[in-house]
């Protein structure tokens, strides 16, 4: 299975962006979905799961969206109201389950290259 994230980039605070991961490779529809973020420093860290339900870490909560269009085998997050704490790699996962949401880096099989999303105050 090969995860290909979209662009991020450089957002003032307060501001959006969204983050596209597309999958190829594997049956996308039997996989959880979750998005990462790792900032300078500091461990990779759960911000987002999706499988029929969702699942957010708490900082980012009312802010950000999952999504997933299993016809495209692309999962999405729409990130509003941005913060400069928000500032890291994003990183999308698949993980061989679709029972529940793992909020732990082991529990995901496949990751892809991650990308910069800055956002300045």
């Known amino acids: 299975v090969q995860l290909v994230e979209s662009v991020g980039g450089l957002v003032q605070a307060g501001g959006s962006l969204s983050l596209s991961c597309a999958a190829s490779?594997?049956?996308?529809?039997?996989?959880?979905m979750a998005w990462f973020r790792q900032a300078p420093g500091k461990e990779r860290e759960f911000v987002s799961g999706i499988t029929w339900s969702t699942v957010y870490a708490d900082s980012v909560k009312a802010r950000f969206t999952i999504s997933r269009d299993n016809a495209e085998s692309t999962v999405y997050l729409q990130m509003n109201s941005l913060k400069p704490e928000d500032t890291a790699v994003y990183y999308c996962?698949?993980?061989?389950?679709?029972?529940?949401?793992?909020?732990?880096?082991?529990?995901?099989?496949?990751w892809g290259q991650g990308t910069q999303v800055t956002v300045s105050s």
């Open positions: 996962a698949a993980q061989i389950a679709r029972w529940r949401i793992g909020v732990q880096t082991y529990e995901y099989q496949y």
């Open positions: 490779g594997g049956s996308f529809g039997d996989y959880t």
